[in-house]
């Protein structure tokens, strides 16, 4: 695994999230290089929901695991942020008022911000198969 330094706490903020989405993506990649996590899947916590996120060559993935053995036991999850060479998808980013209880609330840079903090906090996140 690659050392992480200070100076790349920044690299979010230097993201185009206007770009092309061939380009955000590749600015993504680089940002997982530059983390030392390419290849890898994290399994991230937002407001108790469980969310994998991962980076191949062809897509940025926010996955949301559905842990509820509730109603929807038969829906293993969604993608609530996806980026590919020729789409950017997000679920909507309002924040959570009651009539949707799968909204995350947050979008692509927020999500690219957690990816970046799990780095800096060392948090521990196995890899996934």
Same mark, same amino acid.
């Given at each position: ?46 407001q108790g ?23 929807? #036991?038969? /829906?293993?999850?969604?993608? +609530?942020?996806?980026?590919?060479? &020729?789409? %950017? ?23 690219? #911000?957690? /990816?970046?903090?799990?780095? +800096?906090?060392?948090?521990?996140? &196995?890899? %996934?198969?």
């Amino acid at each position: 695994m690659s050392s992480f330094n200070t100076n790349e706490a920044a690299a979010v903020s230097c993201i185009n999230l206007e770009a092309d989405p061939a380009d955000l993506l590749s600015q993504i990649r680089d940002l997982f290089t530059r983390l030392g996590i390419d290849g890898r899947t994290l399994a991230l916590t937002h407001q108790g929901g469980t969310y994998r996120v991962s980076c191949s060559e062809d897509t940025f993935v926010v996955y949301r695991t559905n842990c509820d053995i509730g109603g929807n #036991h038969h /829906v293993p999850g969604w993608p +609530v942020c996806l980026v590919d060479r &020729d789409n %950017v998808f997000q679920e909507p980013t309002s924040q959570h008022t009651g009539g949707d209880h799968c909204n995350c609330g947050i979008g692509l840079k927020e999500w690219l #911000h957690m /990816v970046e903090q799990h780095k +800096v906090n060392d948090m521990k996140s &196995d890899p %996934v198969k």
